[in-house]
């Protein structure tokens, strides 16, 4: 659900390094995530999605795990480089429905050299 | 391809003014459209969301208020700003419900 008023927690990976950026979300009927990446004064961008029906997608580097019976996202970025850094957000939203979108607190990722 | 443009990029304006944000949409038709608003540090807030010319769900009571008097057309208004709605506004488009959503650029408003 949403954490809108929260501070962001912080990741920080050593470049190189494989990044896991974890996400629980509270709506049991959400069939629909999206993993999006924020840069400083920009809008989000999409990153990775994946539906109810699959457990597991991958993309270029990135890879979005889904466990439906605890309700938690991961997107797992290979290699990490100094241009991923940046804050990362799960979304969720029920396809067919009320048509929401609902973002998840939202994880600052920084990169070691 | 579709595009969103989101303007003005920055606005700083005094507490009581009125506010008007606006965001269109090129290159499709009937998209879902979305206001957020982020606070600094902060995770991104749904304040409304629309699936048609005229349709607005509200999703916080706030001292803002949207329309969408077009397809494509989606403003974000206030008659009287406070303090508390400073914050980065990002408008979006998703083509159907169970899709991605598209992000604009977003506008930075501080209000002083």
């Known amino acids: 659900g949403e954490s809108v008023g929260l501070h962001l927690p912080t990741l920080s990976v050593q470049e190189g390094d494989n990044s896991i950026i974890n996400c629980a979300y509270s709506n049991s009927a959400s069939d629909y995530f999206i993993w999006y990446k924020q840069e400083s004064g920009k809008g989000p961008q999409f990153i990775i999605d994946i539906r109810s029906n699959m457990d597991k997608r991958q993309g270029q580097r990135v890879t979005v795990l889904l466990n439906k019976t605890v309700k938690h996202l991961s997107l797992q970025i290979a290699a990490t480089q100094p241009g991923d850094s940046a804050v990362y957000f799960c979304?969720?939203?029920?396809?067919?429905?009320?048509?929401?979108?609902?973002f998840g607190k939202g994880t600052r990722l920084h990169i070691l050299p | 391809s579709q595009t969103i443009h989101q303007w003005p990029a920055t606005l700083v304006q005094p507490v009581g003014s009125p506010l008007s944000l606006e965001c269109t949409v090129e290159?499709?038709?009937?998209?879902?459209l979305y206001w957020y608003r982020q606070a600094a540090g902060r995770g991104l807030q749904l304040l409304f969301y629309s699936v048609g010319i005229g349709q607005i769900s509200s999703e916080v009571p706030q001292n803002l208020s949207a329309s969408r008097p077009q397809d494509r057309q989606f403003i974000l208004s206030s008659k009287k700003l406070l303090l508390s709605d400073s914050g980065f506004y990002l408008c979006a488009w998703s083509e159907q419900p169970g899709t991605e959503a598209f992000f604009g650029q977003g506008t930075r408003l501080t209000v002083v």
């Open positions: 979304a969720e939203s029920v396809a067919g429905r009320d048509d929401k979108i609902i």
């Open positions: 290159g499709t038709s009937n998209p879902n």
